[in-house]
C-alpha cells in the first residue's frame, strides 16, 4: 500500500501549510484501529517524528506544539497536518505514516520549504 501525501510548497515564514495524506487500499476499519503519523526528514539528517495520532490521542514532537495540529478524517481515510506559525528549520520532507494491524505503510514524501 502506498500512501498518497500532498500539500507541500514554499511558504514565508510565520505562514500556514496544510498537508495531506490518503491512504487507498487500506479499509476504513483498520484505518480507524491503527495509529498513523507524519515525520519530517531535513538535508542530511535523520527521519524524526512530528506527530502522531493514536485513536483521540495525539502527540508531538516539543519543536512543533503548539503550531501544528494532526487531524484524520475517518470517512475520507485522509490523514491531516495543519502547521502554523512556520520556521525556517521546519523545511524538511514530510512523510506520513500508517502503522495497522496489516501492516505499517508509508507515503512517498512532500517537500516543506519555508524562506525567512
Known amino acids: 500500500v502506498q500512501l498518497q501525501a500532498s500539500g507541500g510548497g514554499l511558504v514565508q515564514a510565520g505562514g500556514s501549510l496544510t498537508l495531506s495524506c490518503s491512504f487507498p487500499g487500506v479499509i476504513t476499519s483498520v484505518f480507524n484501529s491503527g495509529d498513523a503519523a507524519w515525520y519530517r526528514q531535513g538535508p542530511g539528517e535523520q527521519r524524526d517524528l512530528v506527530a502522531r495520532?493514536?485513536?483521540?490521542?495525539?502527540d508531538y514532537a516539543e519543536s512543533v506544539k503548539g503550531r501544528f495540529t494532526i487531524s484524520r478524517d475517518s470517512s475520507r481515510k485522509r490523514l491531516y497536518l495543519r502547521m502554523n506559525s512556520l520556521k525556517p528549520e521546519d523545511t524538511a520532507v514530510y512523510f506520513c505514516?500508517?502503522?495497522?494491524?496489516?501492516?505499517?505503510?508509508w507515503g512517498q514524501g512532500t517537500q516543506v520549504t519555508v524562506s525567512s
Open positions: 495520532i493514536s485513536g483521540r490521542a495525539t
Open positions: 505514516n500508517g502503522n495497522f494491524a496489516s501492516g505499517t505503510y
